[in-house]
């Protein structure tokens, strides 16, 4: 049971580049969310899904785009990074209204 | 529009003592669940305490409880018996009815001294 887990752990992208960061749980979670976490900030919540094929924005939404076409995963697309998007990703998964389970995090810089 | 206040940015704590860490929200649900997560310096993201708005007793988990004082819209965090390992940053959180989405504070950063 490896819980949630986030591909890639880092990654560095150049200003206008597109990437894909994959999340998945084996929790037969509903409920799947991308957060982001700037330096002296919580985390911030950037889409999330009440289920599979289901998707909504979430407080700064702003350069991404997610998916969820099997109900274990979690797709975060950035089209066209920019230098203020460089942050640290967390995914996480609920089965209901409890806890949050997150990931480890992916650490993305763009230059 | 929720929001999570944490005004403390940074405390500090003698070992085997207990501390308060502060927490209020605002929000115009009547359910809602208030969350503290731990993150230490390895940076996950730890579940410590659940806490939901019509529970009636305050929640307890080990050395973690949540003073929850609903008219006063504040949940505090009480760590009993500070350890060197709880030395991380941490937040307060609270969920919302439709999707459980969780709005975060801007945390507590709490050392622990020997």
């Known amino acids: 049971n490896a819980g949630v887990t986030q591909t890639p752990k880092f990654r560095v992208l150049k200003t206008g580049q597109s990437m894909t960061l994959l999340c998945a749980q084996d929790?037969?979670?509903?409920?799947m969310y991308w957060y982001r976490q700037d330096p002296g900030m919580g985390l911030r919540l950037i889409h999330y899904s009440v289920g599979e094929g289901t998707t909504a924005k979430g407080e700064v939404p702003d350069g991404y785009n997610v998916s969820r076409l099997k109900k274990q995963n979690f797709l975060l697309g950035l089209e066209s990074a920019a230098p203020s998007q460089t942050s640290v990703y967390f995914c996480?998964?609920?089965?209901?209204?409890?806890?949050?389970?997150f990931g480890p995090g992916t650490r993305l810089t763009v230059t | 529009a929720q929001k999570i206040t944490q005004t403390q940015p940074g405390m500090f704590v003698q070992e085997k003592e207990a501390v308060t860490l502060d927490c209020t929200y605002d929000?115009?649900?009547?359910?809602?669940?208030l969350f503290w997560y731990k993150q230490p310096s390895s940076g996950e993201m730890i579940f410590l305490i659940y806490q939901g708005s019509y529970d009636e007793q305050n929640a307890t988990e080990g050395r973690y409880s949540l003073n929850f004082q609903k008219a006063r819209k504040s949940a505090n965090l009480v760590i009993s018996a500070s350890q060197l390992g709880d030395s991380a940053m941490y937040f307060c959180a609270m969920s919302s009815v439709y999707g459980n989405k969780l709005v975060f504070g801007a945390g507590t950063i709490l050392r622990v001294k020997s």
């Open positions: 929000t115009s649900d009547q359910s809602y669940g």
């Open positions: 929790m037969n979670h509903e409920y």
């Open positions: 996480a998964s609920s089965p209901t209204r409890r806890e949050q389970y």
